[in-house]
Each structure stands twice: as C-alpha cells, then as structure tokens.
C-alpha cells in the first residue's frame, strides 16, 4: 500500500531532551516536507526537501533539523525541545514532475513538551 | 511568509450547499489547492485549479478563483455529514518547487 508513515504517533517528553520523528516513504516521491499544525495557525512549513540531500527551510525553521540521506526517509530533529514546540506534526511527499504538486501526507505526530 | 486567510468555523444543514472562502497573498502561485482533513487524520488534497482558470468543476465540487482579489473559494453542493471536516486552501509560489503556504483551515460542521 502506497503510504507516508511517522513514528512514534505520540510523544510526550521533557524540555531539552533531544528527539526525532522519523518519516519514511514508499513512493519513490522526490519531494518531502514537514509541517506543524496549530489551533487558529493551521499549517506552518517547517522544512522541505526536493531531493536527496536538497533541503530548505519553510516558514517556521527555528529549533527543528532535518536531514534527507536517502529517499525515501526525511527524519525531523528536535535537539532541545521547548514547550513551544507542542504541536501536531505532519510529514508528506510529493512525486516531481507533474504539472500540480499533489502531497501526500502522513497520519501525524502529536507532540508535548513539559 | 506568506498570509493565506480563512474564517474558522462554518455551519450548514444538511442539503445545503456550502462555501469556504480563501484570501492568499501570492499572485505568482500557479496552483492553488483545497486540502481536507478528517478526524484524527492526516490532510488529502481535494482539488486544484490552475492560476489561469476561473473555474473548475468536479462533481459536487466547485472551485471559484479571482485572481484580481486574489480570492479563492470551495462550493460544496448538496452537503453531506460526511463532509464535516477541515479544509484548507494552499499556495505555493513557485511553478516546480515544493513550498507551501496553508491557510488557516476552516472547520465545517454539517447538522443532519
């Protein structure tokens, strides 16, 4: 089954202790991206990647890392969580060389930070 | 970045038709998107509609674009409570790239 997959799917945790959110995949899709969903913001872009070892910042970069080493894998990285950092967390992917840019997403991440 | 505006909350009954509306900022973007989410899940993109497009129809779906105001609306007819959900319209500035802004989401309510 074609599908965008995150782990864990919920995450409690304390300020300062590094996580990571794995993405993962199994599309072949070169494009990927990461997301935060908040009450009354909707969705930020974190980061995004256009390929391997291709990644930029979205709009809301600050205190999240991302690495794109293969394909089909696109891990965030929180080094030193803050409270602020709780949100709901989306991966997707996209295939490139279509006209629109249609992204799938994953089922999400619910993060808190204490 | 950029400001992609909805209202929050929309009812309607059952039957009715349904409209979301969306203001976004970017008059480069060359697709504009409605994505919708449901309960518990992740988003699925709905439909598109190409910058050079007024309109485009898709069942019960209609999506309106006014480039001029940069306005974008999602007219659902005949409303179902299957359709009680998030929507989200979406640009993204550049014709081959992959970032996005999202707008607020608007969370519809169907009452039976």
């Known amino acids: 089954e074609a599908q965008v997959t995150q782990n864990p799917r919920y995450l409690i945790t304390v300020t300062g202790k590094k996580l990571t959110v794995t993405c993962s995949q199994n599309?072949?899709?070169?494009?990927m991206s990461w997301y935060r969903q908040d009450p009354g913001l909707g969705l930020r872009q974190i980061y995004y990647s256009m390929n391997v070892e291709v990644t930029d910042k979205g709009d809301v970069p600050e205190g999240y890392k991302v690495s794109r080493k293969e394909k089909r894998n696109f891990p965030l990285i929180l080094e030193s969580p803050s409270p602020n950092q709780t949100s709901l967390y989306f991966c997707?992917?996209?295939?490139?060389?279509?006209?629109?840019?249609?992204?799938?997403f994953g089922p999400g991440t619910r993060l808190t930070v204490l | 970045g950029e400001d992609v505006e909805q209202s929050l909350f929309l009812s309607v009954r059952e039957g009715d038709s349904s409209v979301i509306n969306c203001t976004y900022t970017?008059?480069?973007?060359?697709?504009l998107y409605w994505y919708k989410q449901e309960p518990g899940a992740g988003l699925q993109l709905l439909t598109y509609?190409?910058?050079?497009?007024d309109m485009k129809q898709d069942q019960r779906l209609t999506v309106l674009l006014n480039k001029k105001d940069k306005h974008l609306s999602l007219r659902i007819a005949d409303t179902q409570t299957g359709d009680s959900a998030i929507y989200f319209c979406?640009?993204?500035?550049?014709?081959?790239?992959?970032?996005?802004?999202f707008g607020t989401g608007t969370s519809l309510t169907v009452i039976p």
């Open positions: 509609i190409f910058s050079n497009m």
């Open positions: 979406a640009e993204s500035p550049r014709p081959t790239g992959n970032q996005f802004y």
């Open positions: 599309m072949n899709h070169e494009y």
């Open positions: 970017d008059s480069s973007s060359t697709y």
């Open positions: 997707a992917s996209s295939p490139r060389d279509r006209g629109h840019n249609e992204q799938f």
